[in-house]
């Protein structure tokens, strides 16, 4: 049988909380209180105050790291081939088309407006439209600052209306958009089918 009453075993478990919530402090807090009183059980808090200090200064370092490895994007960089032996350089793509609106009514057409922020022209009239994979038609309407050219300039607009077969879609859902340019590069974006306005 134990020779420590009930409520003096409670009371020494109690101390554990010290280093737990204070880390380091609190093991230092708890060893100064019982390292004349109870030697093992002071040294025990030290070491488990350490522990908990290591702990959390290692997640510290490691979830910001995690944070910011997760954000890292590649949407807007190719990879050239390399320049000299062995390099490899990294640059922005030329070829940069962006949405800047769409409406895609339930039943009707996609009609977006397409902006050329890339360095080189696109030819929309040769690219090949598709929305989730299914191959669309599309009609260039009116581009700012011009009539209905071959080629998208940089820095121009354009509205263009996508038809296809509407009823292999779904309303109230987001479909793959991918525009394929002559020169095999692929614009790829998400429309919501059922929004018009």
Not at 145 to 162: A, K, M, N, R, W
Request: net charge neutral.
């Amino acid at each position: 049988m134990s020779s420590q009453h009930p409520h003096q075993t409670r009371s020494r478990g109690a101390w554990y909380l010290a280093p737990v919530i204070f880390s380091i402090i609190g093991g230092i807090i708890g060893y100064l209180a019982l390292k004349n009183k109870e030697k093992q059980m002071a040294n025990r808090l030290l070491a488990v105050g350490i522990v908990v200090f290591v702990v959390e200064a290692s997640l510290a370092v490691a979830v910001p790291a995690l944070t910011v490895y997760s954000s890292i994007s590649i949407a807007t960089t190719t990879l050239q081939p390399p320049q000299q032996a062995g390099i490899q350089a990294t640059t922005t793509s030329p070829e940069q088309l962006i949405i800047d609106r769409y409406t895609f009514p339930d039943g009707g057409p996609l009609t977006l407006t397409l902006r050329n922020a890339g360095t080189i022209p696109e030819n929309l009239q040769n690219a090949t439209y598709s929305v989730n994979g299914i191959r669309a038609t599309a009609s260039p309407m009116s581009c700012t600052g011009e009539s209905i050219p071959s080629d998208l300039l940089p820095g121009v607009s354009c509205v263009v209306i996508v038809s296809l077969p509407l009823a292999t879609l779904y309303p109230e859902g987001d479909y793959p958009f991918k525009i394929v340019a002559p020169t095999g590069t692929v614009f790829l974006y998400y429309v919501y089918y059922g929004i018009s306005g």
